[in-house]
């Protein structure tokens, strides 16, 4: 059962693995959900899962793919999926660079860096880093508030992308 608006998860049967434990608590989506066991394993307690969990997040945030065993294929590939939305790069501005830019991120397979650092008074400085197997590019603004840095540093990282 699937209810998106849960904001409490009762589990009335012990958990059988970690990733169970992990999928019954996601199904509390809501902020202040609760989730609740009313039974536990003997060998294999909530505090055992939720150290599993822990461990699962650790690995997956670490984890960095490999560009695979054909390098020529990678950079072909990557080749094609910029030069196909290469289009994205028209016409930015500061009320669509957000927007241009993360379907230009998402069209090309690639995460951008962000690296936000405020300044004194209304001196907000961002920087984004675009990196593909291709190139590195960067872009970074200024501005008086967080949202208005970032929007022109991703003009100027669009501007170097095209």
């Known amino acids: 059962m699937d209810i998106p608006e849960a904001n409490c998860v009762i589990y009335f049967d012990p958990m059988n693995t970690a990733v169970s434990y992990v999928q019954g608590r996601g199904r509390a989506r809501q902020a202040n959900s609760s989730f609740v066991m009313l039974d536990q394993r003997h060998d294999r307690p909530a505090a055992l899962l939720a150290q599993q969990e822990e461990e699962q997040h650790r690995i997956a945030s670490t984890f960095v793919p490999e560009k695979g065993s054909n390098p020529v294929a990678a950079i072909t590939a990557q080749q094609n999926r910029e030069r196909g939305c290469a289009a994205v790069l028209d016409g930015v501005n500061d009320i669509t660079a957000l927007?241009?830019?993360?379907?230009?991120?998402?069209?090309?397979?690639?995460?951008?860096?962000?690296?936000?650092?405020?300044?004194?008074?209304?001196?907000?400085?961002?920087?984004?880093?675009?990196?593909?197997?291709?190139?590195?590019?960067?872009?970074?603004g200024t501005g008086s508030t967080k949202k208005e840095a970032k929007k022109r540093a991703a003009v100027a990282l669009l501007h170097n992308l095209a």
């Open 99 to 140: 927007a241009k830019l993360n379907l230009y991120c998402k069209k090309t397979k690639v995460l951008c860096d962000e690296i936000y650092t405020p300044g004194p008074g209304d001196c907000h400085t961002f920087a984004l880093t675009y990196s593909s197997v291709l190139r590195t590019v960067r872009g970074s």
